[in-house]
């Protein structure tokens, strides 16, 4: 076993050595430009990008024509949105969407509210769910999009997606979701799931990084999106730009890796998951998982640790890569947004870690992870003044504390 160990596949993931190997011709003898019409190197990088094209169509159930290459999952969420709230202007100037979203989305609607534009962020449930009823409440006639994503990047919680396809479709709403962390990893189907449009990225899911898709539906309804990127009229005009076809290609075979090992991968990553969680919950008290376990992406772990102190337990576990709520983590100073919304008080945000297990994780990586977890959280209860407080039975919501 070799340290540290790599658990942060929310993050990214290793491109699969198999993606490597078929994106290496596209790089020296396949190098032609995609949009070339007059030779061969045109038409094999060409066949190149349509057969990649094919690979995640299939993974989700569209067809190939519904598929737009971006430079990843931020982008195709900016042209998502920003390409639907322009295209259905005259239609109303309302989306809705859910305050645990990913910043490339909420920072696209954030952008767009100062252009005039209404956005209604609904809250959460504890689990970790968006309230259908309330949902159904927010829609009003002014409202053209819902974008609400598969798949949370932090707990993992996997919304009912096809209720909210159905709802929106009821009320002739557009439906876009950030299918990121979802799409590779459990089954998708955009018709099954009432899709409209749907972002997608080849390194969550091992293939490489700078790739993406948007999942745009054809037939029922015909969905249009205003060009965010002017150009040679690339990809039906909706995403110009020369095609990174090496990129494509890699996220191609990723899709169909993901689709052949999909039920697999989710059986094994399930039972590497729980055995973590069972391990670390039996023998440490005051652990909370975060978010819902019954709705939840089977490689998903998150939870807090109480009295504990959130960078001491990050340091403490150093040679293990995983991903924490804490504020130090990130560059804003503001504890996980995620979490908050669950209704987490900043201390159990602070000591919140998140487990992400993935295709190139060992069993022996997962008992390395647990035993460290545990002899770290217990150093660290040891040296607390809290925890001893907690263990002499003093209600520390009751304490009243002095600033000195
Ligand atoms: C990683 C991630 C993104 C951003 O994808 P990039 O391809 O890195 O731009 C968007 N949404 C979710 C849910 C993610 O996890």
Redesign the pocket.
Known sequence: MKLPIYLDN?ATTMCDPRVVEAMLPYFSESFGNAASRNHSFGWIAEEGVELARKQIADLIGANTKEIVFTS????S?NLAIKGVVEMYAERGNHIITAATE?K?ILDTCKHLEKQGVRVTYLPLQGSGLVDLEMLRDAITDKTILVSI?YAN?EIGVIQNVSEIGRICKEKSVLFHT?G??AVGKIPVNVIKDNIDIM?M?A??MYGPKGV?ALYVRRRNPRVQISAQMDGGGHERGMRSGTLNVPGIVGFGKAAELCGQLMESEMEKHRIMRDRLKVKLETALEETYINGTMDQRLPHNLNMSFAYVEGESLLMGINDIAVSSGSACTSATLEPSYVLKALGLGDDLAHTSIRFGIGRFNTDEEIDYVANKMIEVVNKLRELSPLWEMFKDGVDLSKVEWTAH
């Open positions: 929310h990843g999952a931020t982008e969420n990913h490339a994503m990047n950030d990121v962390q972002s990225t390194h969550k993406g």
